[in-house]
């Protein structure tokens, strides 16, 4: 079951999946670690419905913001499909932001940031940290 409070949502990172924190009040999303999870699709579902009910009850904008330094391929599949709920909500209006925050030295993340930047039309921001 997804700990939610107060329509907040809360996943602690493990070992192959990022830790996860949505905060309704603040409308801000934030993952952060690696995502290979056993089953993406469920731990991903949680993501999904959060995003779905923000956007669709939330009067506030969203600001998604990743730290995601290595991503498998289910994991790929599973952002394509938060990014096209806000593309959505974006052409419908709703204010939405990505921030894609990678390591200076690990430049395959700022790519794939790169790569899924070129394919919607809401901000996305893409900012390296680290020495």
Known sequence: MTPVHDNNLSLAATQFSPGVEGNWQTGRLVMIGESYPENTYEFFAQIVRWT???????????????QLSYLNTSSIRA??????????????????????????????????GEEFKEDYSFPFEIRAFGA
């Open 52 to 66: 779905e009910n923000f956007l669709s009850h939330a009067d506030r904008s969203l600001e998604l913001e990743l």
């Open 79 to 112: 952002m394509i499909d938060i990014f096209d709920l806000l593309q959505e909500a974006a052409d419908d209006g709703k204010s939405v932001n990505v921030s894609w925050l990678y390591d200076s030295r690990n430049p395959r993340a700022s790519e794939l």
